[in-house]
């Protein structure tokens, strides 16, 4: 309307409109998409529109519609209870403040919907704000007492309490038929509401249970928060087996600490979108560039490394990760360009880190396979550059060239440690090779780990401690013994360094009387693993061979059940059929059924035995006298204590009773050898208090 453009612009000075265009101009290329756009776009009410396309037009219809949608979001609403307050003093600013209301309410307003449950006489705690009178949150909490999530919010919800002004309302909702006792088990949530101060320095945080049951037998366990790996340092007790009658003290304490931060990443191929399985990463600095290694698996591409606070570098391993793959991309990662070779990594928080690399194969690489087979024999393949990591340029792999045999094991609890030092003596007494053991460090107590440097000292074999921090995706296990029956079955493709090819797995409690490098040394035929099979020769114990009906016997065929004792991997074969992925994808599955599973590290491997095969071991290598009948014992290779369900003899009387030697090993380790270093370390202790006393300053009388 041109006369109504004339009022409008007549009542401006030439001066004012060009403020107000250079205004408008501003605001549009600062605030706006339309910067560099020559092409229209419309503003309604703090909504943007545009810029349009060439092609594209906005009719009166459009603005018709356009009108209609934002009174319909709230424009009429606010524009009604604006009206209702009264808006006298507003005068002709009233649009304006319209404007300006719906605007910000569209920018920051929630479109979530709230709502108020009615007050329940019963079934319901209200614990009120602390200040009435001032603001407070309101927080509505509606949980099963009885479920481990009750147990750890009932601290959050204590702390926030203390420290913020709330009301707070909880619903118990409640299952009104239990066939079992849903919680076996106490709970402290470490969360301190204020900092405290122990003998002028920051006391350590701690948890404290009291009123607790006298003689049942109790196990501690650490549920530390997901990027997290801790270990027990200091306990004069046996954690896993408290029994707090037996004390003499006020009661049992243990002392654990943060040992490493774990980085946690997903792997993708950016032209496959599938998970690069078997693809290598080291983890480094770099003065050391592969402090650490790791394989990515092909659940969710996922990948782990232990680290600490500090710069960390994260690339390919050389070898053929690295000839066929290439870093494209990587998210939530610290280095200055996101296609560097080498993914710069600041370790600064105690917060879980968890990083996404695309990787693409290269250009002249496009149709090689990184796990193929016909590349398990060529120089520089996967399998044969994992000897690169050791420093070598041989084309045999240091556990060949010194001939070192790899002993993998597990023990939790001070008896089974007891039986694990046994073990390994009857390892090292029956074998001319170098030894290496390896133990899962997670369960260990401190009083083993301190003792095992002495121990390897005076029988001259090496060890290293493994871990590896169970993954949040992956079902995890409630109960401590399944959890570590999980780690002898779930991991084996990533708990040990890349350049181990194979390693035997040997249970604690376990007699060897045979060379195990013969163990090692023996063809699997193709599989990647090797177990013995359950004996048949004791009939009388044929009432308890489960896998002898039902299920078993239908899925097992022709095929027997083994035992997991014992067995032999070949981590090559292991890792090249991608073994451990197919294995957690049958245990995920499986693990959701609290009735499948019950030996969890023994029914898994035959329950995949048509996947992954099993080669079966001569019955020798592992006698268990549950099982096998007493004939055979004198052939045994190694001889299992094995628990009996028909007598339940305990497993010490038994170690007696099978095998006679066991008292003159464990007289030489458990007591001779273990006096022997307590009593060196009690000279030790003294010979540096004496020393620190003698450094002491001396004052005379008059110096003070």
């Given at each position: ?15 004012d ?6 205004s ?8 706006t998409p ?32 356009l009108?209609n ?30 404007l ?61 309490v ?20 849903p ?11 204020e ?38 340092v ?84 050389e ?15 610290d ?27 290269k ?86 780990t ?53 390693i ?28 013995t ?61 609290p ?10 491997p ?59 090993y ?39």
């Amino acid at each position: 309307d041109i006369k109504f453009e004339n009022e409008l612009y007549s009542n401006i000075n030439s001066h004012d409109l060009t403020k107000t265009l250079d205004s408008n101009r501003d605001f549009l290329t600062e605030a706006t998409p339309f910067k560099e756009s020559s092409n229209i776009g419309l503003f309604a009410n703090g909504w943007i529109l545009g810029p349009f396309d060439d092609e594209e037009v906005f009719i009166d219809s459009d603005f018709n519609l356009l009108e209609n949608f934002i009174k319909k979001i709230g424009l009429k609403q606010i524009e009604n209870l604006i009206h209702k307050w009264g808006t006298s003093s507003l005068g002709k600013e009233i649009d304006e403040k319209i404007l300006k209301i719906h605007s910000t309410i569209g920018k920051y307003g929630s479109t979530e919907k709230r709502t108020k449950l009615p007050d329940f006489s019963t079934g319901m705690v209200n614990v009120k704000p602390r200040k009435e009178n001032e603001p407070f949150y309101d927080i509505v909490l509606i949980i099963d007492p009885l479920t481990r999530n009750a147990q750890k919010v009932s601290t959050i919800l204590k702390a926030l309490v203390k420290v913020t002004n709330v009301n707070l309302m909880i619903y118990f909702n409640c299952k009104e038929k239990l066939s079992a006792p849903p919680l076996k088990s106490f709970f402290r949530y470490v969360l301190e509401s204020e900092i405290k101060y122990s003998d002028a320095k920051l006391a350590k945080p701690f948890a404290y249970f009291h009123n607790m049951p006298q003689s049942p037998i109790l196990t501690m366990n650490i549920h530390a928060p997901e990027s997290w790996m801790v270990e027990a340092v200091r306990s004069p007790y046996d954690l896993d087996n408290i029994i707090l009658k037996e004390i003499e003290s006020d009661g049992a304490n243990g002392e654990f600490e943060l040992e490493y931060l774990i980085i946690e990443g997903h792997a993708f191929d950016v032209l496959s979108g599938q998970s690069p399985r078997g693809l290598q990463f080291i983890l480094g600095t770099e003065s050391q560039p592969a402090l650490h290694d790791t394989i990515v698996m092909a659940n969710l591409g996922y990948f782990q490394l232990k680290a600490s606070p500090g710069i960390w570098l994260l690339q390919l391993r050389e070898g053929r990760s690295k000839d066929i793959y290439e870093i494209v991309s990587h998210e939530n990662t610290d280095s200055e360009t996101k296609r560097a070779p080498v993914i710069k990594i600041v370790i600064d928080s105690f917060e879980p880190r968890v990083i996404r690399v695309k990787v693409s194969k290269k250009a002249d690489k496009i149709n090689e396979n990184l796990l193929d087979e016909k590349d398990q024999g060529k120089e520089g393949s996967i399998w044969d550059s994992i000897n690169s990591f050791v420093g070598g340029s041989s084309d045999e792999g240091k556990e060949k060239k010194e001939n070192i045999l790899n002993i993998f094991s597990v023990a939790s609890g001070h008896m089974y440690e007891r039986l694990l030092r046994i073990m390994m003596l009857t390892v090292l007494k029956n074998t001319q090779a170098k030894v290496k053991f390896w133990f899962l460090k997670n369960y260990l107590s401190p009083q083993f780990t301190k003792f095992l440097p002495y121990y390897a000292k005076e029988y001259g074999f090496e060890y290293e401690l493994v871990q590896y921090k169970w993954p949040r995706w992956l079902h995890r296990e409630s109960e401590k013994q399944r959890t570590i029956w999980g780690y002898k079955i779930l991991f084996l493709d990533v708990l040990f360094p890349l350049n181990v090819e194979k390693i035997i797995y040997v249970d604690a409690d376990q007699i060897v009387k045979a060379d195990l490098t013969e163990l090692r040394d023996l063809d699997l035929k193709g599989a990647p693993y090797g177990y013995t099979p359950f004996c048949d020769s004791r009939k009388e114990m044929d009432g308890y061979r489960f896998w002898k009906s039902g299920y078993w016997q239908m899925h097992l065929g022709h095929r027997k059940y083994h035992i997991s004792a014992l067995y032999v991997v070949d981590l090559k074969k292991f890792r090249k059929i991608a073994a451990g992925d197919r294995l957690r994808g049958q245990y995920q599955g499986l693990s959701q059924d609290p009735n499948s599973l019950s030996n969890l590290d023994q029914d898994l491997p035959n329950n995949m035995i048509h996947q992954v095969n099993i080669f079966s071991l001569p019955q020798e290598w592992l006698y268990c006298d549950t099982w096998c009948s007493s004939d055979t014992l004198s052939k045994a290779k190694t001889i299992d204590l094995c628990n009996n369900p028909e007598t339940k003899e305990p497993k010490l009387q038994a170690a007696v009773r099978i095998v006679p030697e066991w008292k003159d090993y464990d007289n030489e380790i458990n007591k001779k050898l273990m006096q022997k270093w307590q009593d060196e370390l009690k000279s030790n202790a003294t010979r540096i208090s004496e020393e620190t006393s003698h450094k002491q300053p001396k004052f005379e009388k008059e110096d003070l």
